[in-house]
């Protein structure tokens, strides 16, 4: 019956729509967060989110080529890096490129993630799959290999922000306050694939039971309870939070009031070396390369840090407004 929990909704005056398919989320309270899974969703927490608009889907490579030809912008997997930057790092590291994922050919250790990440000189927005792939027939899917900064960026140039963590999760949420996926509580209700996800043994068998190795088209999934489409798979989506630990703002007294969370400071990895501590926003929603044995993190309450001079293949953008809503 938890599928039946509805957040609940605030009654306000509402105005035009700021974009073409944007949908308006209704202000409310919701449970954000989870005590039962990964520990960096905990605790989970009673927040309160304003209205705000959301995009239905996440931003396409068509929309993000109109935006480049407009403005001559090149994304940061793009450019070389700064060698001042990173002291000591092989200047092979150094030149245009993108994280990359290569699937093994037989089981690997989980706790390394370089048996399937990789750095790979030319992979960029253009050439999503590697140097030698292209844009032909996924100008509908999600933009890939695009940093934070290149996000800012597109959502500066539409007149748009990117979401809060907690407007992200109480719009993932489609309405459904304390379960476990953004459509319910099963992971798959009568045995349909309902986001683009791993299926199989990561990182080396994927049996494709819901029709896609790499990112699936926009709209390709049903939507959940607001209407927004691959809320969770299909790609990671940028956040404007600094990552912080949930217990440094959760208070078991409060309902919490549009948080938004940490700063770069504290935002940095503690395992970094001090000279390589880049600051971390938080990103949401999982992808194609989560999968049962590994990063079960394809629903609302997940969360992950991610550094914002690092842009890989399963990681992309959803904008916001928070501009009045409909009337």
């Known amino acids: 019956m938890n599928d039946l929990l509805q957040a609940e909704p605030l009654k306000e005056k509402t105005h035009a729509p700021p974009g073409e398919n944007m949908v308006w989320i209704p202000g409310g309270t919701f449970q954000m967060g989870s005590d039962d899974h990964y520990p960096e969703e905990a605790p989970a927490h009673r927040v309160a989110v304003d209205g705000f608009w959301i995009d239905r889907y996440t931003v396409t490579n068509a929309e993000f080529k109109r935006f480049v030809d407009a403005t001559g912008y090149v994304t940061l997997a793009e450019r070389p890096a700064n060698a001042a930057d990173y002291p ?49 027939g996924l100008w509908k899917h999600p933009v890939v290999h695009v940093a934070f900064e290149d996000a800012q960026a597109y959502a500066k140039w539409a007149g748009k922000d990117l979401p809060t963590e907690a407007e992200w999760e109480f719009a993932a949420r489609g309405g459904l306050d304390g379960v476990e ?77 549009n948080p938004r969370g940490g700063n770069a400071d504290d935002s940095h990895n503690p395992r970094a070396s001090a000279d390589l501590r880049i600051p971390r926003k938080v990103m949401k929603g999982g992808s194609y390369l989560c999968a049962p044995n590994y990063c079960r993190r394809y629903r609302p309450a997940a969360r992950m840090p991610q550094e914002v001079d690092t842009s890989t293949c399963h990681l992309g953008i959803r904008c916001v407004s928070r501009a009045a809503g409909p009337m």
């Open 88 to 136: 000591g790092a092989d200047p092979a590291m150094l030149v245009p490129s993108s994280v990359m994922f290569q699937k093994a050919a037989q089981r690997v250790d989980l706790d390394n993630h370089h048996n399937w990440w990789t750095y790979v000189a030319g992979a960029n927005w253009k050439h999503p799959r590697g140097p030698k792939s292209g844009l032909q």
């Open 181 to 257: 996926y953004a459509w319910g509580s099963e992971l798959t209700p009568g045995r349909r694939h309902m986001a683009n996800t791993w299926q199989g043994e990561f990182p080396w068998q994927n049996l494709l039971e819901d029709g896609y190795e790499w990112t699936a088209p926009v709209g390709s999934f049903p939507p959940n309870g607001y209407g927004l489409h691959e809320m969770t798979g299909n790609v990671w989506e940028w956040t404007t939070d600094w990552y912080q630990d949930h217990g440094k703002i959760a208070h078991p007294c409060c309902t919490l009031s």
